[in-house]
């Protein structure tokens, strides 16, 4: 008779375990029981980077890597990508479904009344040189302001995890504005209600005083749906460490600050930086073939290709690949365009790459986007933080709300000294 379980032969004791599968997957805690002797502390499983390892479930996205799919709450990307909005993006992550006409224009309104900070809350900025990291202001800023709303430490409540997520997502383009705005040695531009999320965040970035600066329509809906296509992708690096610091409960703000520095490393919110320091440092469509060459020989990496999850061609991708299209007929084609083009018909034909799957990802045009549009590299992460805010938010909405989660506490296979006895040195 068919079971959903999987049955396990120990040989060290040749004793069998049936364990009972859960949605599909073994419940790791269920092999404590097997065990050596009555004192043993029972079987663990060993899996480096949570390579095979998931730690919750979720209802949040869907990935198949290998067909290339993403899912928002069931909902195609594509579909998503051509005919939502950030904003609306944002509401259905977080409430599990898309929301009325009435229902999207009260959330934006909220939105939009938390795009401030207080006065006083500016001046943090004071505190850093003109040449800090964007990144390092943004994830000081994110832990500040939980010093502003002491209500946020209350994660059990429902209503108040709403409204944290209200004040974040009307909160972070300001602050990352504002971080723009000191590397420049700029004056602050505060928020104006009557723009798009989007409109209004390359108005504070850009503006060069009041009324000075209206959004050009094509970069506009071009970031949006960056934003939008960035908005959640599962179980990743900094989601898991939003994930991870809220499990103690604390809050919102100082777990988004976690993401945040997560997001940071250059594994990942900085591989687009990456891919364009790669097409700088090729120079021209002539030295293709040579770089080719290297890579090959494993003295180089092709930045842009290939991902942990998609064994497909990224279909995040597909979508910023046409965006590109529009930015560069608004803004004037990006030299490095044709370097990124040429590069990517090559290895999309060559066996060596196409047999290992290395398809292009999320990082090999967005770089070229966002330069274009006049953010500096070491920007990109921010530009990402602001798009995945969204789905932080919904993981930890999601994660306060599951009775099976607990403090996240990974067990350790230790390999020091079983034991030494210290030595004066007398």
């Known amino acids: 008779m068919k079971r959903d379980a999987v049955t396990i032969t120990d040989h060290r004791t040749e004793q069998t375990y049936e364990i009972p599968l859960v949605d599909g997957a073994l419940p790791a805690i269920k092999l404590r029981k097997i065990k050596v002797a009555d004192d043993d502390f029972g079987l663990m499983s060993y899996d480096p980077a949570y390579q095979n390892t998931a730690h919750c479930k979720s209802r949040i996205t869907y990935i198949d890597g290998a067909k290339g799919i993403l899912r928002y709450r069931g909902y195609p990307i594509e579909e998503l990508a051509e005919e939502s909005s950030f904003v609306e993006v944002s509401y259905l992550l977080f409430q599990g479904e898309l929301p009325s006409r009435a229902e999207l224009d009260s959330w934006r309104a909220e939105i939009l009344g ?3 900070v207080p006065e006083r809350f500016k001046r943090l900025y004071d505190g850093f040189e003109r040449d800090a990291n964007p990144m390092g202001l943004l994830v000081s800023a994110l832990a500040g302001l939980s010093t502003c709303h002491p209500d946020s430490r209350n994660v059990k409540a429902a209503s108040s995890r709403r409204l944290q997520a209200l004040r974040i997502l009307g909160k972070m383009p300001v602050i990352s504005a504002y971080a723009f705005r000191h590397n420049r040695g700029r004056p602050l531009v505060d928020a104006d209600r009557s723009l798009s999320y989007a409109g209004n965040f390359l108005r504070m970035v850009f503006s060069k005083g009041e009324g000075s600066y209206e959004p050009h329509p094509a970069l506009e809906r071009a970031l949006d749906t960056l934003f939008l296509l960035h908005a959640d992708h599962e179980q990743n690096c900094s989601t898991a460490a939003m994930r991870n610091v809220a499990s103690s409960q604390a809050g919102p703000f100082t777990s988004m600050a976690a993401a945040a520095a997560a997001l940071w490393g250059p594994l990942h919110g900085g591989a687009n930086e990456a891919v364009l320091r790669m097409l700088e440092k090729i120079g021209s469509v002539s030295a293709i073939p040579s770089f080719i060459d290297r890579v090959k020989a494993g003295e180089t990496r092709l930045m842009g290709f290939g991902h942990r999850i998609y064994k497909n061609y990224d279909p995040r991708a ?36 196409v047999s290992r799957k290395l ?4 990082d090999f045009y967005s770089g070229l986007i966002y330069q274009s549009m006049g953010f500096p590299v070491e920007f990109f992460p921010v530009l990402f933080a602001i798009g995945r805010a969204p789905g932080w938010l919904s993981q930890w909405n999601e994660l306060m709300e599951d009775d099976e989660q607990k403090i996240a506490r990974p067990r350790q296979i230790y390999t020091g000294e079983v034991l030494r006895h210290y030595r004066s040195r007398d």
């Open 114 to 116: 938390h795009a401030e």
């Open 359 to 362: 398809y292009p990802n999320v």
């Open 318 to 353: 597909k979508i910023i690949k046409r965006l590109a299209d529009e930015v560069f007929e608004a803004q004037g084609k990006n030299p490095l365009l044709e370097i990124a083009l040429e590069l990517e018909k090559i290895a999309l034909s060559d066996e060596y790459f």
